[in-house]
């Protein structure tokens, strides 16, 4: 099947052609470890997984490279300036920077796993490819893109690089008179980044190395052209990340990698648009409060609601969070849930595979066409209600559909069941007894008391014809 992707350098949606003939090599540039990740990190590790099953559902060899930041990223992104965020984050929870690495990582594959996210092929980081890194600057050096602000560090020489700023349209001389931020008038341009920082004399960090240049430690923008060169090769078909790191970081990244290893250094860009918070705002972390996957656990939502939440949207366009917003995509998806379990009950004949054929196509186009999930669920919603299609072959695509789309719908209509075929213990079918007599005297208030207990014991009452059913909450 054709596959078409939108190319962020090109600006258009192009039909992807893969280097290595289905072999697709990616990179996304991964979370940096100072703190939880929130929902906009999330939203956009939910984009990277629905590519690769994209990839996976149309017979390719998915080689995922995702790194894990954990030193160099600076608070100032336009400047390189401000502290370490993983400093930062260290003297805030008062532990050692491998410490948070470690325990915001684990946090970070937590909520990955939650969100039934596969796991990256390779996941190195930073820390562990800083040779890689000094080697990487030292080309840069000996080509002459690179110059010393003493005190400071190793810069990038932007104006060096003609085609400086062409994943954002941007001419050199654009971003100049654009840019946002006061700048270190050290810089010979605004633009020119940091390579190499050294650490300030007065203060000790918890990481730095030696390099040819002085003690220090590299910059944000160096660690994945190294470790996407390293693990995928000089030249790989697609790299990804959030719609704000095209300007500074993925802009940044080509002008180190393509005067090393020519033009292009990457096929296709793609960018994930951004999760924002209730007041219209980006979603990050820098803004102190935000939310993450525990506010979701702590509502008691299943994590693979807010993934369903971000399928039925298309990733380049903006999602407004709200948990109003998660509470309906929550019943529209339980509401799945039910009819797949219905189906599960009731399962009858054998796989019509023409059928099968013809509905797989038409639940992976859209997907294969820019990632256009919302419109690969209409079709399941048709496919559901299609009556000339049998049930084992609903339920052939259904797990076609979670491989897809990852959704867990088999998993969660079994629990369905199993819960439904569960036997209440007596105290709780004492109370819907007593429910059901103070219903039928219309003493209304007693009645929805003893709904309530029953709640918060786990169970949810359904009136029937001939009394009560009860069944186990998931
Ligand atoms: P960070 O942990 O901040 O380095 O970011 C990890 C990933 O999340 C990067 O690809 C970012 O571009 C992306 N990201 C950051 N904020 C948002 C947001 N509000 N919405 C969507 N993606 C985001
Ligand atoms: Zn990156």
């Not at 009858?348 to 186009?365: C, E, I, N, R, T």
């Given at each position: ?8 350098m ?26 939880y ?10 984009g ?30 336009d ?68 110059y ?37 008038d ?86 994930f648009s ?107 919603q ?21 491989d ?25 079918e ?15 208030a007693?009645a ?13 009452v ?13």
């Open positions: 099947m054709q596959i078409r992707l939108f190319n962020t090109t600006r258009k949606v192009e039909e992807f052609k893969p280097l290595i003939p289905n072999h697709v090599g990616f990179y996304s540039c991964g979370p940096t470890v100072y703190h990740a929130h929902l906009g990190n999330m939203r956009t590790m939910v990277n997984d629905l590519l690769k099953r994209m990839f996976l559902a149309n017979g390719f060899v998915v080689h995922h490279v995702m790194n894990i930041t954990d030193v160099g990223h600076l608070t100032n992104e400047d390189d300036s401000g502290e370490d965020k993983m400093e930062k984050g260290a003297a805030r929870d008062h532990k050692s920077v491998w410490d948070i690495a470690k325990f915001y990582l684990d946090e970070f594959l937590r909520d990955s796993d939650d969100l039934n996210i596969m796991r990256p092929t390779d996941m190195p980081r930073a820390t562990e490819y800083i040779n890689e890194q000094i080697e990487l600057i030292q080309k840069l050096e000996e080509l002459g893109y690179t010393e602000i003493p005190n400071d560090g190793i810069y990038y020489d932007t104006s060096k690089f003609v085609d400086y700023g062409a994943l954002t349209g941007g001419t050199l001389a654009g971003q100049r008179a654009g840019a946002r931020v006061e700048y270190n050290a810089k010979r341009n605004p633009t020119d980044f940091a390579l190499w920082k050294y650490s300030p004399k007065d203060v000790q960090r918890q990481m730095e190395w030696d390099s040819p240049w002085g003690v220090g430690f590299p910059g944000w923008h160096t660690e994945c052209c190294v470790m996407s060169m390293k693990l995928l090769g000089n030249h790989f078909d697609i790299h990804t990340g959030g719609e704000d790191l095209s300007r500074v970081h993925h802009t940044n990244e080509i002008a180190q990698s393509e005067p090393i290893v020519g033009k292009p250094w990457v096929n296709y860009w793609i960018h951004f999760l924002l918070d209730k007041s219209g705002d980006k979603m990050a972390k820098s803004k102190g409060e935000f939310l993450g996957m525990n506010a979701v656990r702590a509502r008691n939502i299943d994590p693979i609601i807010y993934r369903y939440w971000i399928v039925l949207g298309h990733y380049q366009s903006q999602l407004a969070f709200s948990f109003e917003a998660l509470e309906s995509a929550a019943a529209g998806y339980k509401n799945l849930v039910r009819k797949i379990a219905d189906l599960m009950n009731n399962k009858s004949g054998d796989v019509d595979k023409d059928l099968y054929q013809q509905w797989h196509d038409k639940l992976l186009a859209p997907v294969s066409d820019n990632l256009k999930t919302a419109e690969s669920l209409v079709v399941f048709d496919l559901l209600k299609d009556s000339a299609v049998n049930s084992a072959t609903k339920l052939a695509l259904i797990e076609f559909v979670d897809l789309l990852g959704l867990k719908f088999v998993e969660n209509a079994k629990k369905l069941i199993d819960a439904e075929s569960v036997k209440a213990p007596d105290e709780i004492d109370l819907a007894q007593k429910r059901l007599m103070a219903k039928k005297s219309r003493d209304f007693t929805d008391d003893l709904r309530n207990q029953i709640d918060a014991a786990g169970w949810t359904m009136d029937t014809q001939d009394g009560f059913k009860l069944i186990k909450k998931l």
